[in-house]
T-cell receptor, first 115, second 112 residues
Framework: GAGVSQSPSNKVTEKGKDVELRCDPI?????LYWYRQSLGQGLEFLIY????????KSGLPSDRFSAERTGGSVSTLTIQRTQQEDSAVYLC?????????????FGPGTRLLVL | KQEVTQIPAALSVPEGENLVLNCSFT??????LQWFRQDPGKGLTSLLL?????REQTSGRLNASLDKSSGRSTLYIAASQPGDSATYLC???????????FGKGTSLLVTP
């Protein structure tokens, strides 16, 4: 595709429900990243995929958070038993490879509100 | 963990002014530094990427510099326009080389 796409663009859920956030990276990009932007906070790294593997999951804030990537393309970030502090904008990015000189291209984000 | 700080948090200037946004980082052993623009309700747009071996990068009215020894980067915007109004974020790669560490951004308003 022309750019990184994410769905849904907005999600309102009740505390305790599970949510799934989807990311479609740029075609041909092997590396995919999830970040979270909370109100008043900077963006924080959550998880990174090279192909379908996630070498680094250290940024996931709790075991309620998980992510997978299939076919080296689409990724899904799942939050179980959502809490109000999970409310944030979840951003996905992709890059051609995972090298340090590679520019990361970001999607528009999913705005999650947990009531 | 690399800490990235941006000053000022907000800035308002009249159209036509030249301006400088500042970014500082704690670990001088960075791989590279990237400046992004974020418009309300939208994702991040990469503006400039400065590799660790470079001192500056230019694109149109934008010029970004990198001084690893002092742990600082600046984004210079020449002849500012109302369309430049956005939040500007700087980010450096962590020691892992793939995760970006972001500052909290500078919110810029350029008034006509």
């Amino acid at each position: 595709g022309a750019g990184v796409s994410q769905s849904p663009s907005n999600k309102v859920t009740e505390k305790g429900k599970d949510v799934e956030l989807r990311c479609d990276p740029i075609s041909g990009h092997t590396a995919l990243y999830w970040y979270r932007q909370s109100l008043g906070q900077g963006l924080e790294f959550l998880i990174y995929f090279q192909g379908n593997s996630a070498p680094d999951k250290s940024g996931l804030p709790s075991d309620r958070f998980s992510a997978e990537r299939t076919g080296g393309s689409v990724s899904t970030l799942t939050i179980q038993r959502t809490q109000q502090e999970d409310s944030a904008v979840y951003l996905c990015a992709s890059s051609l490879t995972s090298g340090v000189a590679e520019t990361q291209y970001f999607g528009p984000g999913t705005r999650l509100l947990v009531l | 963990k690399q800490e990235v700080t941006q000053i000022p948090a907000a800035l308002s200037v009249p159209e036509g002014e030249n301006l400088v946004l500042n970014c500082s980082f704690t670990d001088s052993a960075i791989y590279n530094l990237q400046w992004f623009r974020q418009d309300p309700g939208k994702g991040l747009t990469s503006l400039l990427l400065i590799q660790s071996s470079q001192r500056e990068q230019t694109s149109g009215r934008l010029n970004a510099s990198l001084d690893k020894s002092s742990g600082r980067s600046t984004l210079y915007i020449a002849a500012s326009q109302p369309g430049d109004s956005a939040t500007y974020l700087c980010a450096s790669y962590s020691n892992s080389g793939y995760a970006l560490n972001f500052g909290k951004g500078t919110s810029l308003l350029v008034t006509p």
